[in-house]
């Protein structure tokens, strides 16, 4: 039985009281909730932390938010497997896994899926190929004689997608990788061109990557952005590196956007999605 399955069902066994004690232990309790002081803050855009919020003193956590924060793990866990990954996907895993790379979640996995199904995708641009975890969940999406572009600055990252898409099972045509730094390569894809661009790359450059998006996709045309939560650190009120501020002002930007119908789905490291009217 898989570690997750094998969770969900200890969790089943137990009397409802002991569950909250089982789950929390994965939580690290370094620092106070400050999600709950940040809904508070009256800075330029509801619900981020600004320089002068001052966080709620650290208070022991009370049976009531173990329980939640013990049902949302579950739940979370839960949507994880709810999809099931093929062999091709584990092995693309392992590979970013020994490279130190970040793939999407399974559960992100399986939101890009059913997004590249819902606009009906022919065309997608991926930044941030890595070993191919995203590009296979996409490809699945697709339409079957769809075409995804992905760019990435490392070759041996895209020799292993290249390698995880033909264990998929998906045609050779069926992806173009243009290796290079997306900022040079996007200029030169074509306008509204696309049904669905995927951003996954340099954080630090999230807001350029959102403007060649928006110039990129047909109208009703879908953009994403992986791990916009940033392991938590977004609603944290203490201070932060610049890629956090980064992903601040993409989610005010994108928020904002007259242009754009937006969504933030939490799965995994969150899930920036946004369609272009
Ligand atoms: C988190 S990994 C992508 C994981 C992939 N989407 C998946 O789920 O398997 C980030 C990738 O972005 C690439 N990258 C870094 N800077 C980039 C840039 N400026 N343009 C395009 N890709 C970039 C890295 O080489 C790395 O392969």
Not at 54 to 73: D, S, Y
Not at 170 to 184: K, Q, T, V, Y
Request: proline share 9%; hydrophobic share 40%.
């Amino acid at each position: 039985m898989r570690p997750i399955w094998l969770l969900i069902w200890v969790c089943q066994q137990l009397p409802a009281t002991l569950t909250p004690v089982v789950l929390i232990h994965p939580l690290p309790p370094s620092r106070p909730p400050s999600f709950h002081s940040s809904l508070q803050t009256t800075g330029p855009i509801s619900g981020f932390p600004t320089a002068t919020d001052t966080v709620t003193p650290r208070q022991p956590r009370g049976h009531k938010e173990r329980l939640i924060t013990g049902n949302r793990l579950t739940s979370w866990a839960f949507s994880d497997a709810f999809v099931a990954e093929e062999d091709a996907l584990r092995w693309a895993r392992d590979r970013a896994r020994e490279a130190g790379l970040r793939s999407v979640s399974p559960g992100t996995g399986a939101a890009l899926r059913m997004l590249a199904a819902t606009v009906d995708a022919k065309a997608v641009a991926e930044i941030g190929t890595g070993t191919g975890v995203s590009g296979i969940h996409l490809l699945h999406g697709m339409r079957p004689d769809g075409v995804l572009t992905t760019v990435d600055p490392e070759p041996e990252h895209q020799q292993f997608a290249r390698q995880a898409f033909r264990a998929a099972g998906f045609a050779s045509n069926r992806a173009r990788f243009i290796p290079g730094h997306a900022l040079e390569v996007l200029p030169r894809l074509a306008d509204a061109g696309y049904d669905l661009v995927f951003c996954d790359g340099d954080r630090l450059e999230s807001l350029d990557y959102l403007a060649e998006s928006l110039r990129l996709l047909r109208p009703g045309g879908l953009v994403a952005f992986e791990g916009v939560f940033a392991s938590g650190r977004t609603v944290d009120s203490g201070p932060q590196p610049t890629e956090v501020i980064r992903l601040r002002e993409l989610l005010r930007t994108v928020r904002e956007s007259p242009e754009l119908v937006p969504s933030l789905l939490p799965v995994g490291d969150g899930l920036l999605c946004a369609v272009k009217r």
